[in-house]
Each structure stands twice: as C-alpha cells, then as structure tokens.
C-alpha cells in the first residue's frame, strides 16, 4: 500500500469513530429517557409499557413535545407543562450521562460491533446506580436482562470477528457474576450490579490477562469492604455502586488504551 493509500485509509477511518460516536451518542440520549422509566417503575412493581409518561403532581401525560430528551426540561424550566409542578433534574441527568457514556464507548471502541453490547452493559449500570441512588435494591431482573442482552450482543461480536480469547473471557466473568449473586458468596454483597460488571470485565480479560484478574480482585475487594454485611439500602452502597460501574468503565478505557480491547 502507498502511504496515500494509507493516509486515507487512517482518514476514513477516523471519520468512522466520528460517526460511530455522534450516532451513539444520539441513541445514548432516547436510551436515558427509556431508563428514566425503568428507574422509577421497576422497583415499584410497574409496568414499563403501559401507561405513557405521566406529570408526578397532576397526573397529565407527557406530551410528546415535552418528552425530548434534556431539551424538554430545559425548555419547560424543570416543570410540568400543566401544573408546572417540579420535575427533577435527575431526568435531563440520567439523559445526559447516558448520551456521554455512549460517546466514550463509541469514541474508545470505534466502528466495531461490540460497542453495541457494551452501551447496553453501560445502561444496565446506569438503571442499577440511579435505583439505588433512589434508596431502593437494585433488582435482578433490570441486572438479568440488561446483562443477558448485552452479553449476548458483545457474543455475537466475538465470534462473528473470531475473538476468540474475549468469547471465553465473558463466558468466564458471566459464570463468576452469576455465582457471587446465586450462591450469596460472603466475599461480596451478592448485588445484581456484579452482572454487567463481570460481563464487561469478562469481555475485556479477565480469561487471559492478569489485568483483568486485578481489577476484577480489585473490584471484589472494594465491594466486600464497604457493604458486605449490609442488607438494607443506605447511602454507602449508591457510593460503591458508582464505583462498580466507574471501576468498569476505566478497566474498560484503560484495556482499550494498552491494546488488551476489542482490537486484539
Ligand atoms: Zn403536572
């Protein structure tokens, strides 16, 4: 190849990251307002699906108009429409962070299939920080299907690109998540948040790099220490989720910028 060929190669590639980001940072936006729903229903025995969003004051379904993600809110002044009763900030929040957690994945991974996988695995911790954050427990089931989907997203990204050491790898961090959570292990609190965390962490080594055995360590550790006899929410548990999902999130960049990533 000329190094025409290869500039242009390195050109057109770099116009796929840009892409790739932007769509998924759109979709990132429209994923925050469904796991806005998630949050607040799920944990109260609600159904995701029926009825359409409703004013928490006054009852009166959203509009459509009102439902944009953050540009809503911020145009309505962070109130309904009818009552002009409060709507809390954390709607435009979770929109936001979602849209740039996307961003990251897209930006870091590329134009790859797996990026897909990991921003469901990225909302999955995202819905389990936020109920927390809530004061409620995380539910296995909101863990269960975030986790089955994106695991079975970043699979097909494994084997349709014959990554074979990343297939083993999250089969190894799924089976490990599963038993902590199954078995009750006393060397954790059990939390369903350990699903997508041992996905990710799974994906990215943890069959086939000490770094992915450190950090998962790392990860048990943090989690047993802080909130490992306690049973009811409280605060101290949001702050170790957060740093589950954060923890996740770097071991992700951190793989992805010593080569350990999907590129390999
Ligand atoms: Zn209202």
Redesign the pocket.
Known sequence: MTSDGGLSAAVSIHIARWAVTGFVALVGLLAGSFLNVVIYRVPRGLSVAKPRS???????PVRPIDNVPVVSWVMLGG???????P?SARYPLVESATAVVFAAVGWGLGPHWAVAGFCVLAATLIALVAIEADGLPPPLSVAGIGTGLGAALLLGAGVADHRWSHVVGLIVGLVVAVALVVIKSPWTSSAPVLLPVGAVLGWLGLASTAEGLATAAAVLVIDRLARGRQVSPDPDRVVISLALASGAVVASVVAVAIGAGVGR
């Open positions: 409703f004013c928490p004051h006054c009852d009166t109130r309904c429409h009818h009552c002009r009763g709507i």
